[in-house]
């Protein structure tokens, strides 16, 4: 099994970008999916996440601002990401609990660069 994330990228103050984050390999089915981040010098911390229902969760620093979705038929979390601030800026990383014929367990994807700058 394996996450893939992409749409990350150089947004000025104000700006928005999509991210989207795919699973692929032997799945069973797909629980929570989510998005982290980790700026420099600072612990990763939740952003946002999703359950397979389609409830959502945010960190209070991007309600109103972020919408995170998901595809089920295409095993795809999205992150939309509006009036995005240099605070904001991280490397971003998707994060899914998938099962398995064999087990459960959480997978998190390759991280992608998010950097809000004038």
């Known amino acids: 099994v394996q996450l893939q994330a992409s749409g990350g990228g150089l947004v000025q103050p104000g700006g928005s970008l999509r991210l989207s984050c795919a699973a692929s390999g032997s799945i069973f089915s797909i629980r929570t999916m989510g998005w982290y981040r980790q700026a420099p010098g600072k612990q990763r911390e939740l952003v946002t996440t999703i359950t397979s229902g389609g409830s959502t969760n945010y960190a209070d620093s991007v309600k109103g601002r972020f919408t995170i979705s998901r595809d089920n038929a295409k095993n795809t979390v999205y992150l939309q990401m509006n009036s995005l601030k240099p605070e904001d800026t991280a490397v971003y990383y998707c994060?899914?609990?998938?099962?398995?014929?064999?087990?459960?367990?959480?997978?998190w994807g390759q991280g992608t660069q998010v950097t809000v700058s004038s």
């Open positions: 994060n899914a609990l998938i099962a398995t014929i064999s087990f459960t367990r959480d997978y």
